[in-house]
């Protein structure tokens, strides 16, 4: 069983900072790339930011330049800086991972974080 668990969601002030954080567990053999979606009520789920084990880093083009994708291979963790908060921000945040167990490699999603942004 692969388990990936959020945490850090809540209510934050516009132009606020949030920090989610996202870890795996389970029997892991390794972990490829990590990254962050989210979902807003009504709309498609669409990329927040992706790493690569190396530490490539892909963001979403209404992010860039105000999250920060991290990871830390060791803890098998993956971390969101969200800073300047925008009510657009607003949405339900997943962790995904691509995880090799068994000799599969499989996409993995956590339960969700809400993080809403308040004016």
């Known amino acids: 069983q692969v388990q990936l668990v959020e945490s850090g969601g809540g209510l934050v002030q516009a132009g606020g900072s949030r920090r989610l954080s996202c870890a795996a567990s389970g029997r892991i053999f390794s972990i490829n790339a990590m990254g962050w979606y989210r979902q807003a009520p009504g709309k498609q789920r669409e990329l927040v930011a992706t790493i690569t084990t190396g530490g490539g880093t892909k963001y979403g083009d209404s992010v860039g330049g105000r999250f920060t994708i991290s990871r830390d291979n060791a803890k098998n963790m993956v971390y969101l800086q969200m800073n300047s908060l925008k009510l657009e921000d607003t949405a339900v945040y997943y962790c995904?991972?691509?995880?090799?167990?068994?000799?599969?490699?499989?996409?993995?999603w956590g339960q969700g974080t809400q993080v809403t942004v308040s004016s």
């Open positions: 995904n991972a691509l995880i090799l167990r068994d000799s599969i490699l499989r996409t993995y």
